[in-house]
């Protein structure tokens, strides 16, 4: 098969971080608004356990990723990834809107944090099936010696343009509802918000092109009847493992940084809402350039060498950077920007060759499903890790100790398994599917 053309390749690009940026932009939103929340939906006498009852919620649409990403990985390995990125953005646009439609605590009661529920479910079950589109296609349309760039652009560009719109639009709604405003109609537009980023995210796939690699199985015969038990059957059950634990460590760097930022911020650190919203978006830019530059980087060494390298770095930097953020003066918001960027370089910086790793360790028959279901089993762990840390600290002031602890334990996690794991750089298949490679899958 001949390399994809400049127009194909740069079309898929576009649309593989559009996706994952917009599906990060919705999911950011609720990181953006806990303490809003907590106190108008899961209200508790206990601030910390207010934030703990928000980040549960973020939790339980975690545990339904992986679920998302059996169904709609099958869906994307077996009638194409552009078509299954479609359906599944739309999915998390809508649910995230009507995220803005529950009513308060306060009016409904129980009902409230049950709805509120409901809808974090049903958002993280679509949201599974985003990584099965967006983290395939794009590597998939590449040519290989672009495909770890491909990786960290998808996996930290899409992450950092998704918390940059999300910082944008928290900076805009805080402005239009100052003050009280925001606890009664600001932090329902940030939700509103998300049916814009649907919309937005189907003209951008109108005019991508479906994934050489796919299209050339498809073309070679009639795809293979893969099941997901076939992720662990056949030698496969180590690799899967050994890869949700991969996962598993560099999702928690991200969750316990980028994702516990705003909080660690506002409610922790206490630096002003208007320079908060700043020095997360300026945190935003540097995730992108470390995520596009680690994934260049695993191309040019090698995807374990990068990964062991980053993780020992991070083993040291990570702590110490909250620790320097919790202990200056919240006035002083350039210094803690500068403390915050660096601690969401390092951290994203992480899991930028994870992606294209994943990809590397299945054939085209599994790739959407084995990428899917690792990525969003191991990121389902690191999700559950911000709320361990609130319900382990008896009050706002013990946060930081814990967080550190916490990290120290998952960079640790995530050099072990990066030890044990193989170098996969060049791994990725011939297009066509081979006689092998249906007998693995039949």
């Not at 796939?205 to 498809?218: D, H, I, N, Q, Y």
């Not at 809402?273 to 530059?293: M, N």
């Not at 994203?348 to 089993?377: D, H, Q």
Request: net charge positive.
């Amino acid at each position: 098969m001949h390399e994809p053309s400049r127009r194909a390749t740069l079309s898929a690009a576009v649309a593989s971080v559009a996706g994952w940026a917009f599906d990060l932009f919705d999911l950011f939103i609720l990181l953006y608004i806990a303490g809003t929340v907590g106190k108008l939906i899961f209200p508790a006498h206990s601030p910390t356990l207010s934030l703990a009852a928000v980040y549960a919620s973020f939790a339980v649409s975690v545990l339904l990723r992986p679920a998302g990403a059996a169904i709609f990985g099958a869906v994307a390995d077996r009638g194409g990834r552009k078509k299954t990125m479609v359906i599944v953005l739309a999915g998390v646009g809508l649910s995230t809107a009507a995220m803005g439609a529950v009513p308060t605590y306060a009016a409904a009661g129980l009902a409230a944090p049950v709805l509120f529920l409901v809808l974090r479910l049903v958002q993280g079950v679509f949201v599974g099936g985003v990584v099965a589109a967006t983290h395939t296609l794009g590597t998939e349309s590449v040519p290989p010696r672009w495909r770890g760039l491909m990786s960290g652009l998808i996996g930290g560009g899409g992450a950092g343009v998704g918390a940059a719109l999300a910082s944008g639009l928290y900076l805009g709604v805080n402005a239009a509802f100052p003050g009280p405003q925001f606890t009664v109609w600001g932090w329902r537009v940030m939700f509103f918000a998300g049916l814009l980023a649907a919309i937005l995210s189907y003209f951008v796939l109108r005019g991508v092109e479906e994934s050489p690699l796919w299209k050339a199985a498809r073309e070679s015969g009639p795809p293979a009847k893969a099941r997901i038990g076939d992720l662990v059957r056949g030698g496969r059950g180590k690799l899967f493992a050994l890869n949700i634990v991969l996962v598993a460590g560099a999702g928690s760097q991200y969750y316990l940084t980028s994702g516990y930022l705003p909080t660690l911020l506002g409610d922790v650190t206490g630096v002003h809402s208007g320079a908060r919203g700043v020095i997360l978006l300026v945190s935003s830019a540097g995730v992108i350039f470390a995520a596009v530059a680690a994934g260049q980087l695993s191309e040019r060494f090698g995807r374990r060498r990068t990964m062991l390298v980053i993780g020992g770095v991070n083993l040291v930097a990570l702590p110490l950077l909250i620790w320097l953020i919790t202990s200056t003066d919240p006035a002083r918001a350039g210094v803690i920007g500068l403390y915050s960027t660096l601690l969401a370089f390092f951290a994203n910086a992480a899991y930028a060759p994870v992606l294209v790793f994943l990809n590397e360790r299945y054939p085209t028959a599994l790739r959407s499903r084995g990428t899917a279901v690792c990525w969003n089993v191991g990121f389902m762990i690191g999700g559950l890790m911000p709320t361990f840390v609130n319900l382990a600290s008896p009050g706002l002031a013990d946060v930081p100790g814990r967080l550190m602890l916490f990290l120290g334990v998952m960079v640790a996690v995530f050099l072990v398994a990066s030890v044990l794991s193989p170098e996969t750089r060049g791994a990725m298949e011939a297009p066509r599917v081979s006689t092998i490679e249906r007998e693995e899958v039949a």
